[in-house]
T-cell receptor, first 115, second 115 residues
């Protein structure tokens, strides 16, 4: 069964600084990887996803992520963080693109942005 | 883009009563619906997967008689928490997929408080 690890529970960065959120997955075949953001009391918004092709994926709000098969990682990055980026970030993996393929989530990383 | 409308956003009920949560896909047909539960400051845990017109598949440890899922149409799925108890208080989120879509569309979540 697939699993996802987000090693950092809580990260604090200054506004304008760069950001990298770590995600490692465990899955035997090519995974389908996602990053979501959740504001308090809200649902999940998709930032970006990787299914195949270019391993550097661009997402919304200036985020990008790089799939590294050799490291089983899919880290999320942003060159310059804005105060509005403060939220909970979840990495997730699916077995395949089939409609019944379920998402497995990591434990999340809470991002705090200081002014 | 794809939208899933989830209602209610917040509900408070008395212990022993039942609560129904609805998720509607507004501009696509939700072939598969996933129901998640999220405790404060924790990740999303999949409760069950339902395909339109079929019985839901529950994850291990989830009581199917307590959490009734109905997916009778391609645009509506409901989760009913029966005989609710305070330990059922949580944030419930649905997620929908369509046969032709690669992603998952999440509802905005329902905060259930059982008193």
């Amino acid at each position: 069964a697939q699993s996802v690890t987000q090693p950092d529970i809580h990260i604090t960065v200054s506004e304008g600084a760069s950001l990298e959120l770590r995600c490692n997955y465990s899955y035997g075949a090519t995974p389908y990887l996602f990053w979501y953001v959740q504001s308090p009391g809200q649902g999940l918004q998709l930032l970006l996803k990787y299914f195949s092709g270019d391993t550097l994926v661009q997402g919304i709000k200036g985020f990008e992520a790089e799939f590294k098969r050799s490291q089983s990682s899919f880290n999320l990055r942003k060159p310059s963080v804005h105060w509005s980026d403060a939220a909970e970030y979840f990495c997730a993996v699916a077995e395949n693109t089939g409609t019944a393929s379920k998402l497995t989530f990591g434990t999340g990383t809470r991002l705090q942005v200081t002014l | 883009g794809a939208v899933v409308s989830q209602h209610p956003s917040r509900v408070i009920c008395k212990s022993g009563t039942s609560v129904k949560i609805e998720c509607r896909s507004l501009d696509f047909q939700a072939t598969t619906m996933f129901w998640y539960r999220q405790f404060p400051k924790q990740s999303l845990m999949l409760m069950a997967t339902s395909n339109e017109g079929s019985k839901a598949t529950y994850e291990q440890g989830v009581e199917k008689d307590k959490f009734l899922i109905n997916h009778a149409s391609l645009t509506l799925s409901t989760l009913t928490v029966t005989s609710a108890h305070p330990e059922d208080s949580s944030f419930y989120i649905c997620s929908a997929r369509n046969r032709g879509r690669q992603g998952y569309t999440f509802g905005s979540g329902t905060r259930l408080t059982v008193v």
